[in-house]
């Protein structure tokens, strides 16, 4: 179907940071698949996971546990820095936000009518998730959507005007990803903690991009010091491996009783072994730690270029945002491919940076020299003939 645009190129294998496509050509990888691939290609851990486990046991439906599966739910409140809660798995970041949103409706039924999310938010693409997310055009062609979502500019006014005692939940990112690597503002999350707690409202921070140490904490929310209700992770957890889930903390942690979510696959015993492996060697590693310094280091690269088309940077650790001063991020996109390079355009004006979570010095400084290649053959190029 042609539901998405058309592939870049055809790849065919990968190895650390680096990817190769069918006619033998090597890319240095600075999107890992959107976040996903924390630990880069074929990385040796994650290989050894994926045999071992599906060796032993692959599936066993939702009628049974199984030891990979408890481990990672405690592995998941812990680094959450959680004391007790639940965990809910699915298959992907949408699936998690699905739960997420049937878990704020249970936050007061019929009383609490009203779900707040964010302007320009991505929140996935099935239909609950589609509903939280702030683009219109995404939205639009599969109107209806179902009710009750509120879409409010990030600003700390707008939730304030906002926010009442008929509001069931406020979900937000850390980092708007997919709207261009857009920060929050100052003190937003600290605020929205303060505002959800006195008006009973759920707290749910969608963790899908930023989660599993890619902002240089394990979870973006950690940043600002304040635990949410509910988190939805996905994507670097499984390293390449599909699995999402959703984490409730506290009282919200008791708001599903039994038979009212399910998912024949989430939380098998692959997908759990292999996030476990995944979550596993990244903080044997010090991975959290490293994506903290070297995406300081990543953005000082980008302003030494020193190029007049970049106007700056956003985001935190290693989910950067390049701002452009024109909308040109596509042809940058293109010309960066053309370098041996992926980047990714996340809006007309921003490229957005996310690399395996293991680059290192030598990979930064083949960035350095890729990126620039791409922005000075852009510079050479006019708009309307690219």
Same mark, same amino acid.
Do not use: C
């Given at each position: 179907?042609?539901?998405?645009?058309?592939?870049l190129?055809?790849?065919?294998r990968?190895?650390?940071c680096r990817?190769?496509?069918?006619?033998?050509?090597?890319?240095?990888?600075?999107?890992?698949?959107?976040?996903?691939?924390?630990?880069g290609h074929?990385?040796?851990?994650?290989?050894e996971?994926?045999?071992?486990?599906?060796?032993?046991?692959?599936?066993v439906?939702?009628?049974f546990a199984?030891?990979?599966?408890? !481990?990672?739910?405690e592995r998941? $409140?812990r %680094?959450?820095g =959680?004391?007790? &809660? /639940?965990?809910?798995?699915?298959n992907?970041? @949408?699936?998690?936000?699905?739960?997420?949103f049937?878990l704020?409706?249970?936050?007061?039924? !019929?009383?609490?009518?009203?779900? $707040?999310a %964010?302007?320009? =938010?991505?929140? &996935? /693409?099935?239909?609950?998730?589609l509903a939280? @997310?702030?683009?219109?055009a995404?939205?639009t062609?599969?109107?209806?959507m179902?009710?009750g979502?509120?879409?409010?500019?990030?600003?700390?006014?707008?939730?304030?005007?906002a926010?009442?005692?008929?509001v069931?939940?406020?979900?937000?990112?850390?980092?708007?990803?997919?709207?261009?690597?857009?920060?929050?503002?100052?003190?937003?999350l600290?605020?929205?903690?303060?505002?959800t707690e006195q008006?009973?409202?759920?707290?749910?921070?969608?963790?899908?991009?930023?989660?599993?140490?890619?902002?240089?904490?394990w979870?973006?929310?950690?940043?600002?010091?304040?635990r949410?209700?509910?988190?939805t992770?996905?994507k670097?957890?499984?390293?390449?491996?599909?699995?999402?889930?959703l984490?409730?903390f506290?009282d919200?942690?008791?708001?599903?009783?039994?038979?009212?979510?399910?998912?024949?696959?989430?939380?098998?015993p692959?997908?759990?072994?292999?996030?476990?492996?995944?979550?596993?060697?990244?903080?044997?590693?010090?991975?959290?730690?490293?994506?903290?310094?070297?995406?300081?280091?990543?953005?000082?690269i980008v302003?030494?270029?020193d190029?007049?088309l970049?106007?700056?940077?956003?985001?935190l650790?290693?989910?950067?945002?390049?701002g452009?001063?024109?909308?040109?991020?596509?042809e940058?996109?293109?010309?960066?491919?053309?370098?041996?390079?992926?980047?990714?355009a996340a809006?007309?004006?921003?490229i957005?940076?996310?690399?395996?979570?293991?680059a290192?010095?030598?990979?930064?400084e083949?960035?350095?020299d890729?990126f620039?290649?791409?922005l000075?053959?852009?510079?050479?190029?006019r708009?309307?003939?690219?």
């Open positions: 179907m042609h539901a998405l645009a058309m592939p190129a055809e790849l065919e990968g190895q650390g990817v190769r496509d069918a006619e033998g050509r090597w890319y240095l990888d600075f999107l890992a698949g959107i976040a996903v691939n924390s630990l074929a990385h040796p851990v994650f290989v996971a994926v045999s071992t486990q599906a060796a032993r046991l692959a599936h439906s939702n009628y199984t030891a990979p599966q408890l !481990e990672l739910a998941l $409140l %680094l959450a =959680a004391g007790s &809660g /639940r965990v809910l798995f699915g992907s970041g @949408t699936e998690a936000n699905e739960a997420a049937k704020a409706r249970l936050n007061g039924g !019929e009383a609490r009518p009203r779900i $707040l %964010l302007e320009n =938010a991505f929140h &996935g /693409r099935t239909m609950g998730a939280l @997310t702030g683009k219109p995404m939205r062609p599969f109107e209806p179902p009710g979502v509120e879409h409010i500019p990030a600003t700390i006014e707008a939730l304030e005007a926010i009442d005692e008929r069931a939940a406020l979900f937000v990112e850390p980092v708007q990803g997919e709207a261009g690597v857009v920060d929050l503002p100052a003190g937003y600290a605020r929205a903690r303060e505002l008006h009973g409202a759920l707290l749910i921070v969608d963790e899908i991009q930023t989660g599993a140490g890619r902002t240089g904490e979870f973006g929310f950690q940043h600002a010091g304040i949410p209700d509910a988190i992770v996905a670097g957890m499984g390293g390449g491996f599909p699995i999402g889930a984490v409730a506290g919200a942690a008791e708001l599903f009783t039994a038979g009212q979510h399910g998912t024949t696959y989430g939380g098998n692959l997908a759990t072994a292999v996030s476990n492996a995944v979550l596993g060697e990244i903080e044997r590693a010090g991975l959290v730690e490293h994506a903290a310094r070297t995406g300081i280091r990543l953005r000082e302003a030494g270029l190029s007049p970049v106007t700056g940077t956003s985001g650790g290693l989910l950067v945002g390049v452009l001063a024109e909308p040109r991020a596509v940058l996109m293109h010309a960066a491919l053309a370098e041996g390079l992926i980047v990714n809006n007309p004006s921003t957005r940076l996310a690399p395996p979570l293991i290192g010095d030598a990979e930064l083949e960035f350095a890729r620039g290649r791409a000075h053959r852009l510079a050479s190029t708009t309307d003939t690219v």
